[in-house]
Structure formats: C-alpha cells, structure tokens
C-alpha cells in the first residue's frame, strides 16, 4: 500500500511516517519507481508507534519498545522498568502541573476582577519579571 493508505491504516499523518523513516522509526520497501510500499505488518508498527507516542512516551523510548516488541527472547520486566521511569516523569509532571495550578488559582482568587486598575496577578507577575539587585558592599 503507499504512504496515504498506511497513514489511513494507521492514523497518523503522511509526515510524520516520512519523519518516522528518516529518523529509522520504519524501513518500508520500495517499489521499482521508487515509491515506498507498505505492508501490514508496517501499518501494524506506525499502529504500535501511534499508541506509544499518544501515551506519551519519546521517540527513543519509542525505539526501545519497538525493539522489545520485536525481541521474542525479551523479558518483560525490562518493558515494564521502562514502563515505570515513564509514569514516574508523568507523575513528577503532574506534580509539577498542579502546583502551578494552586498558585494560579491562588493569584485569581485574589484578584477583584473589577474596574480598578490594582492586580495581584500582574503584581505577580511583574515581581518574578524583576532582576535581582545586586547588594552593595
């Protein structure tokens, strides 16, 4: 099948399966007039790749589990520790997420929102904006 069918198949774009071969994601076959040929089982990898990047994993992350995946001799265990330092970056990033929410929340609620011209969040804003004064000695 060519690029627009497998993008079809697969539901990912035509760029970034062309992305995907440059960077060796996939190696589809070609035809004699040099247009890239996929099979099924190629539409079944950028499938697999689709599923692992929407969960967020990077591309070399991406590489490692397709690797595995192809690895009938690979143990689980080394899928699952790949697993885990993922969701723990996630978790970390959640985290992270949530204390800028708490503080945003907290910098709206202290705000009026009314026809006066005083805000804590530009307050806020302009108080982290400003450099640090050097302590004179």
């Known amino acids: 099948m060519n690029i627009g069918d497998a993008a079809t198949a697969s539901g990912l774009p035509a760029k970034t399966i062309r992305y995907y071969e440059e960077i060796g994601l996939i190696l589809p076959s070609r035809d004699g007039n040099g247009y890239r040929a996929f099979a099924t089982r190629d539409v079944h990898r950028l499938a697999f790749l689709a599923r692992a990047r929407a969960l967020g994993f990077s591309i070399e992350e991406c590489r490692a589990l397709m690797a595995l995946y192809e690895d009938e ?7 699952k520790h790949l697993a885990e330092q993922h969701l723990q970056r996630i978790d970390r990033r959640i985290a992270e997420l949530q204390a800028l929410r708490d503080t945003l929340a ?32």
Do not use: F, H, K
């Not at 001799?73 to 899928?79: K, L, P, T, W, Y």
């Not at 009026?112 to 050097?134: F, T, V, Y």
């Open 73 to 79: 001799d690979r143990a689980s265990e080394d899928v």
């Open 106 to 137: 907290g910098l709206v609620q202290s705000c009026a929102g009314d026809n006066r011209p005083d805000c804590p969040i530009l307050d806020d804003l302009a108080s982290a904006a400003r450099p640090a004064q050097a302590e004179s000695g």
